[in-house]
């Protein structure tokens, strides 16, 4: 007994030491300056940060100060607590002078906007915000958003989401965002006057992403802009028109309305590194001389694309290439990749499978074929799959088929440079 009552004194004090020692940790992070821990929290997110209140009384309002604030509707049960915690927390950093450096409002109430036309000039003005993000739901009317976010010497990043830049058609208001580097515009109508506006007015501009704007008929990017990244998915007919896209480093457009064609013959990509086409009407031209206009493509993604059925793709640069076709048209493709590192093709609904043919040297690279078709008509079928699995032999395989029918059994060897085998959702 003596014995269990001395070890049991023992792992009690251990337990004590231990979280002597944890609170101990505590305070000599407590003792940080304020400014780092508030960039502390920063790095957590606003739920997480929030949580640190029960660490201490030391830490109990600390994350007010923290350099971004979130207000999003799905956080709060009512609209008027919703409004009431923006009003009180923004009033806080005014008054203690406190810095931030990241606003995000994201709101699907219906919503009076005169709080926001409130605080957005005293964010822009007064507290120098350099990362601004106001984003409404459909079910929102748009926002009218003020001229001075257009006119801030502060913003790095602007993100909008259904506002109305009404305000901008008037030719006295110009845009100076000379420190811009990220404009993102979401379900933002947008004539072509007001886009010339907005970009010339950015001439630090590197990342600009539309989706689902309407109201322009082109996109012009001239030759002074350093534009890097453009991510661009449009509903409407629309004119891409760039004079010398010589620093775009990224590109992905979707629209279904495009009809894409090669560059003009003296135009060049030398640092686009991603290319992403989806419900892109293409044709067999598009690949031609692929390598001199794309000389330093890593990845190229092609997704839900029609026109092209035979072409041929010639590229040392290439070291991801993905193809995803939902549509029942065969395509043969040759591939001349000798420097890639994976390669995955995916089909759905009645797609048929393609006949592809691969020239690489490199000695460790990955396919994965994905299947969603029923292959149960004919043999023929199966005949199809064991030829595209032949034509990858160099490479691992990861075969993955969903919602596939087979009436016979699946017979293929599976001397085909390892074959990782998935079957999902068989009926």
């Keep these: 007994m003596k014995k269990q009552s001395f070890r049991r004194r023992k792992q009690s ?201 309407s109201g322009f008929k082109s996109i012009k990017l001239h030759k002074h802009h350093i534009i890097k990244n453009l991510p661009c998915f449009l509903d409407e007919r629309c004119i891409i028109e760039a004079e010398d896209p010589h620093t775009l480093e990224s590109f992905y457009i979707e629209n279904r309305c495009l009809n894409w064609s090669l560059p003009h013959k003296n135009m060049h990509f030398p640092h686009l590194k991603s290319l992403k086409l989806q419900d892109v009407k293409l044709n067999a031209d598009t690949f031609s001389n692929f390598s001199s206009f794309f000389p330093c493509l890593n990845e190229l993604i092609i997704n839900n694309c029609n026109g092209f059925e035979e072409f041929s793709l010639l590229s040392s640069s290439i070291k991801r290439l993905t193809i995803i076709m939902g549509l029942k048209n065969r395509i043969k493709a040759f591939f001349d990749t000798p420097n890639i590192l994976y390669f995955e093709y995916s089909c759905d609904g009645d797609a048929v499978l393609p006949s592809i043919k691969f020239t690489t040297t490199s000695n460790e690279w990955k396919s994965k074929i994905s299947l969603s078709c029923k292959l149960e008509r004919s043999d023929k079928d199966l005949l199809e799959l064991n030829k595209l699995l032949k034509a990858l032999n160099q490479s691992h395989i990861t075969l993955s088929l969903y919602h596939t029918v087979f009436r016979k059994k699946l017979d293929i060897d599976d001397s085909y440079g390892g074959i990782c085998w998935k079957r999902v959702d068989q009926f």
């Design 13 to 213: 004090a251990k337990r004590r030491r231990r979280r002597r020692k944890s609170f101990s940790a505590i305070d000599r992070v407590s003792q940080l300056p304020q400014p780092i821990l508030h960039n502390i929290l920063s790095l957590l997110s606003q739920r997480d940060a929030v949580r640190t209140s029960v660490l201490s009384k030391s830490w109990r309002y600390l994350w007010h100060g923290r350099l971004n604030v979130e207000f999003r509707y799905n956080w709060f049960a009512r609209k008027n607590v919703f409004f009431s915690f923006l009003d009180r927390t923004l009033q806080r950093y005014l008054d203690q002078n406190l810095s931030l450096q990241k606003f995000l409002v994201y709101n699907e109430y219906e919503v009076d906007f005169v709080l926001l036309q409130k605080w957005i000039p005293v964010l822009i003005m007064n507290i120098g915000v350099r990362s601004f993000n106001i984003s409404f739901h459909e079910s929102s009317n748009f926002f009218p958003l003020p001229l001075v976010v257009f006119q801030s010497e502060s913003l790095v990043e602007l993100h909008l989401q259904r506002c109305d830049l009404k305000i901008l058609e008037s030719t006295y208001n110009v845009v100076m965002l000379k420190n811009l580097q990220t404009l993102r515009l979401h379900y933002v109508y947008i004539t072509d006057e007001i886009f010339e506006k907005i970009i010339s007015g950015c001439p630090l501009i590197e990342n600009l992403d539309m989706f689902m704007c």
